[in-house]
């Protein structure tokens, strides 16, 4: 019979509670939360199962239950979330990175791979940082902007930067609303942006962790296509010729904005899909 307070009973215990307060994922909820706790991986969680918490450990690792049974995300809890190939700190002044924005990563460093030498790259609306860190961390000979309207989500990008890039002179950050504090002269080789794009109408379908903890200014809008229409014809102004232009957004609207451009001055447009065959990513080309 397993001890109360061995690793593999407060796993156990855990799952059945998160369980009733009908918690999606619950069992990797609770290894992830407790392996975070421990500095452990999960799958030393298993090798270790036997091994007793102390009371410190147990009522930290009761806390952290009681939240995510509250919808409170697991990556708040942690404070950190996994993105491309480094490990991001969050909290709810920025939204979590999804798998989504990995592919759209992904697909500027495919579509420049062989293309050397430097380019001025802006990470528009950057939250955690997530994009523009990890294409430089990719792409030491990048020179990368991280902009965005929340000072907050600024101050996180900025603690990430320093984290995973370390010091350096080719990463900058701008508080700035879209291009507004921007200055009209500054033109970017590349522009990849992840800005709000769900319908405030389509709230209601979310989830309860999304609405009631990730930041609603990172999500949602009265009109997309009208705020995503400018921000399109506001990139073009900022990009030189033949400048790329990377946007995720909703899979409703990625064919109205390609159309658009097309009859608005940009020289080419795509839409590509996402892993779960979305139209989620518009590239244009100036």
């Not at 999960?42 to 239950?65: C, D």
């Not at 995300?73 to 798998?99: C, H």
């Not at 950057?126 to 000979?141: E, F, M, V, W």
């Amino acid at each position: 019979m397993q001890h109360p307070d061995s690793i593999l009973t407060l796993l156990k215990k855990s799952e059945e509670f998160l369980k009733k307060k009908e918690i999606p994922s619950a069992r990797l909820d609770a290894e992830i939360l407790l392996a975070d706790l421990l500095n452990l991986q999960r799958v030393k969680l298993y090798v270790n199962f036997e091994r007793l918490l102390t009371e410190t450990e147990k009522n930290a690792y009761r806390e952290r239950i009681v939240d995510r049974s509250k919808n409170k995300p697991t990556a708040y809890i942690t404070g950190q979330k996994a993105f491309y190939n480094s490990v991001f700190f969050v909290n709810e002044k920025v939204l979590i990175p999804r798998p989504e924005t990995e592919e759209l990563v992904e697909k500027v460093l495919l579509d420049f791979k062989g293309n050397h030498g430097e380019r001025s790259v802006l990470d528009l609306c950057t939250g955690s940082g997530c994009i523009g860190i990890s294409l430089k961390s990719a792409r030491k000979d990048w020179n990368i902007t991280l902009s965005d309207i929340s000072k907050d989500a600024l101050e996180i990008a900025e603690k990430n930067a320093f984290q995973i890039i370390g010091e350096g002179d080719n990463i900058q950050f701008l508080e700035s609303n879209l291009f507004l504090s921007i200055p009209k002269e500054s033109k970017f080789d590349l522009i990849v942006t992840n800005p709000p794009y769900i319908p405030i109408s389509d709230k209601t379908e979310m989830m309860k962790d999304v609405i009631d903890y990730e930041p609603h200014l990172a999500l949602f809008l009265e009109d997309p296509k009208e705020f995503l229409s400018k921000l399109i014809e506001d990139a073009r102004l900022h990009l030189n010729e033949g400048g790329k232009f990377y946007m995720e957004t909703h899979p409703s609207l990625a064919w109205t904005f390609v159309s658009e451009s097309l009859t608005n001055g940009w020289k080419e447009g795509k839409v590509e899909k996402d892993l779960s065959g979305k139209d989620r990513f518009v590239v244009l080309t100036k």
